[in-house]
């Protein structure tokens, strides 16, 4: 009970004394706010050593806007800190209310006053206001040094590297400046990767499934323009097998819920660790259905790591099969430039909107014809590539194409695909696929979006799929009404 009194006793001291602190600043300025160094009173904080100081600091530079009602009972809770914190927040919500540009600096500066080094995901909503207030101010050479380092030290507690600290950021960053703590991140050290003598390593003989798919015995000598073939020159590459067939299958039904048939014909090709050959496949669907977004996903799920894409929609002749030796800027067929991309010898080539290349016709060839041989396992067995004048295996090499029309593909095409529906998402689709949308954008964004993100409430995924009705359920629109979705929700927790 003692020691209770004791802490009462504390909080109402320190309470005293920084009232006594606003009324002598007030009175040596003439009643009036003392005028900012900066010009944006947010900025004004980051120069502040302790979490008091900057309460006294921003509760002179509010009381005019906030009221006198709301600016006493900020000074009347002052002292606890847990019942501060809400009056904070809802003296950021009204602030935000009256919006003005100086009302909005205000509440942007007691936000800060609500970031903890032990909690990084509080930073999330201060920290990128606060760089844009810092890149937008015309401040002395000196002075903006300073600020950014403070204003660093702020990114780096967003970022979980003083997790352990029990001190306000305000502190924290005080004791940063003067070398009295190291950043301790929330994460292990990532140990630095040791040196890899690839040539050592690509000369070690390949334990699993192998193949050779230019042997020396069928090659010719070979030019200036195809030296790096001579890297797979009579050499046994990997055929990569199958793997976590059953985890892919159920991470892929729930990130592609409207595709779970064409999945299902995917995966029949494959079994679990045997290598991998796909049988030629067109997925059609229309635009923005998330065809080619799922050759990506399916590829680097069941351990294809290497995709050989192939725009045909800019195809316009035949390069696709390679070109002649004899030319001084030739180049080999696109599955043998596979084959030394991965170096492995069953890659995957995935030509997006074969539907879309210029047709058979041209004096150049086009991608149809030059394609139709690959798709035969008997001719893909012995293919003589004309640019390196060597007989390649590549009847191990997969295909899948994506189109909107195949009514457009020449019947030979047509009889060579397994051609593959993919249906457009519904609305009953949507919670899944914003989920996946979400979980690509924390790999693929990094420290923007670091963190974790709460599942979208019933509210948010009612207004999305508003909006998502009137794009016509495109993916590509879904990712744009997620990403502003996440935006809105940003901007709403600034406001709380």
Aim: proline share 6%; charged share 25%; glycine share 6%.
């Amino acid at each position: 009970m003692a020691s209770k009194d004791s802490s009462r006793a504390k909080k109402r001291s320190g309470t005293a004394d920084l009232l006594r602190l606003i009324a002598e600043d007030r009175a040596e300025n003439g009643g009036r706010r003392p005028p900012p160094p900066s010009g944006h009173p947010a900025l004004n904080l980051l120069l502040v050593g302790c979490w008091d100081d900057a309460f006294g600091v921003l509760h002179q530079l509010s009381e005019s806007v906030i009221g006198e009602a709301r600016a006493q009972r900020l000074l009347d809770v002052c002292g606890d800190r847990q019942a501060v914190q809400v009056e904070i927040r809802e003296t950021v919500d009204a602030l935000y209310s009256l919006g003005t540009h100086d009302a909005g600096a205000l509440a942007l500066a007691w936000s800060m006053l609500a970031c903890r080094p032990s909690y990084p995901p509080g930073f999330r909503a201060v920290l990128p206001q606060l760089q844009y207030a810092l890149d937008a101010a015309d401040l002395d050479a000196d002075l903006d040094v300073d600020v950014r380092e403070r204003l660093r030290i702020w990114w780096a507690a967003g970022a979980g590297d003083y997790v352990r600290e029990k001190r306000s950021m305000f502190a924290v960053t005080v004791a940063v400046l003067a070398g009295e703590i190291e950043k301790e991140s929330a994460l292990e050290p990532v140990k630095p990767f040791e040196p890899v003598d690839v040539a050592k390593w690509f000369r070690t003989p390949y334990p699993g499934p192998s193949l050779t798919v230019m042997p020396a015995a069928k090659a010719t000598r070979l030019n200036n323009h195809n030296k790096p073939f001579a890297e797979i020159l009579d050499k046994e590459l990997p055929l990569v097998c199958a793997r976590n067939l059953d985890q892919a299958r159920k991470r892929l039904g729930h990130e592609f819920p409207h595709a779970s048939a064409a999945l299902s014909v995917l995966f029949k090709d494959l079994r679990e660790g045997e290598p991998i050959k796909l049988r030629a496949t067109i997925l059609s669907g229309s635009p923005g259905c998330g065809k080619s977004r799922l050759v990506r996903k399916w590829a680097a799920a069941v351990g294809l790591q290497h995709q050989y894409r192939y725009d045909a929609a800019t195809s316009a002749d035949g390069q696709f099969g390679g070109t002649s030796k004899g030319w001084s800027n030739t180049e080999a067929s696109v599955p043998a430039r596979a084959v030394l991309q991965s170096r492995t010898a069953n890659p995957l080539v995935f030509i997006d909107e074969i539907d879309k290349c210029t047709r058979a016709g041209s004096q150049n060839g086009s991608l149809m014809t030059s394609l139709a041989p690959f798709l035969e396992r008997e001719t893909a067995a012995r293919y003589r590539d004309q640019s390196l004048d060597a007989e390649l295996r590549l009847d191990w090499v997969s295909f899948i194409c994506t189109a909107n029309d195949v009514t457009v593909l020449p019947d030979y095409l047509r009889d060579r695909f397994r051609i593959v529906r993919v249906p457009a998402p519904q609305l009953v689709d949507l919670p899944l696929l914003a989920a996946s949308i979400v979980d690509d954008m924390l790999l693929e964004e990094g420290d923007e979006w670091a963190g974790a993100v709460a599942p979208f409430a019933p509210d948010e995924l009612r207004v999305m799929a508003k909006a998502w009705e009137r794009a016509g359920f495109s993916l590509r629109k879904l990712q744009k009404i997620v990403l502003a979705t996440l935006e809105a929700r940003d901007a709403c927790q600034m406001r709380h």
